[in-house]
């Protein structure tokens, strides 16, 4: 069955750093989103993206986030200069119609010392 | 503000009963819910959807209602096992392409 990957799993970086989060989402999939959930937290929306642009984003998702879809497969989440309260579980989902259900990645535990 | 509510408190319960979790919305008329199940550590997956004109959904042993009257879903879990015990999260989109999660419910099943 198809699947939604995400690289790494695990993340620790300096703040002030930068960071990107990698996605493969499902091949024939359209949509593509970013969430977090800060540990203990609900799962909170960052951005979706459609047909090559930011068709969304929370007020979370600041200038110091970006997403980009690079080639045909992978689409990431970048954080230019981390702070110490980015330190969450990022999701990336993918969906293959808005408004239908949308498959979940394992998630990059990202961790900000 | 749209908000999902879901009871924050844990459900205790013995193998072979139903769990009943709700779910309730507020300021905005969802075109549907769905439910995932979250285990510690990993990510969401998607157990079911019902739409707004539909009263109930079954999938297994899993089935959801969706109340519009009342701003309410409900899901439920029969037969329940251990297996089954994990945190089920309430999600819609509020329109548009965000899509906003409840805080879950925590179900332990007791064998």
């Known amino acids: 069955e198809p699947e939604v990957t995400q690289t790494p799993s695990h993340q620790v970086t300096q703040m002030g750093q930068e960071v990107i989060l990698r996605c493969v989402p499902i091949?024939?999939?359209?949509?593509f989103y970013w969430y977090r959930q800060i540990l203990g937290q609900k799962v909170e929306f960052l951005v979706s993206?459609?047909?090559?642009?930011?068709?969304?984003k929370s007020e979370i998702f600041d200038d110091q986030f970006s997403v980009e879809r690079p080639d045909g497969s992978n689409f990431t989440l970048k954080i230019r200069s981390t702070k110490l309260e980015d330190s969450a579980m990022y999701f990336c989902?993918?969906?293959?119609?808005?408004?239908?259900?949308?498959?979940f990645g394992p998630g990059t535990r990202l961790l900000v010392l | 503000s749209q908000k999902i509510e879901q009871n924050s408190e844990a459900l205790n319960i013995q193998e072979g009963k139903t769990a009943t979790l709700t779910c309730n919305y507020t300021?905005?008329?969802?075109?549907?819910l769905q439910w995932y199940r979250q285990d510690p550590g990993r990510g969401p997956v998607f157990l079911l959807l019902?739409?707004?004109?539909?009263k109930e959904k079954r999938k297994e042993r899993l089935k959801v209602t969706f109340d519009t009257t009342l701003k309410q879903s409900l899901f439920h879990i029969t037969a329940s096992q251990p297996a089954d015990s994990a945190t089920y999260l309430c999600?819609?989109?509020?329109?548009?392409?965000?899509?906003?999660f409840g805080a879950g419910t925590r179900l332990f099943v007791k064998a």
């Open positions: 300021n905005y008329s969802p075109a549907y």
């Open positions: 019902i739409r707004e004109n539909e």
């Open positions: 091949s024939n999939h359209l949509y």
């Open positions: 999600a819609s989109y509020t329109g548009g392409f965000k899509t906003i």
């Open positions: 989902a993918s969906s293959e119609e808005l408004q239908e259900t949308q498959y």
């Open positions: 993206f459609y047909n090559n642009e930011i068709s969304e």
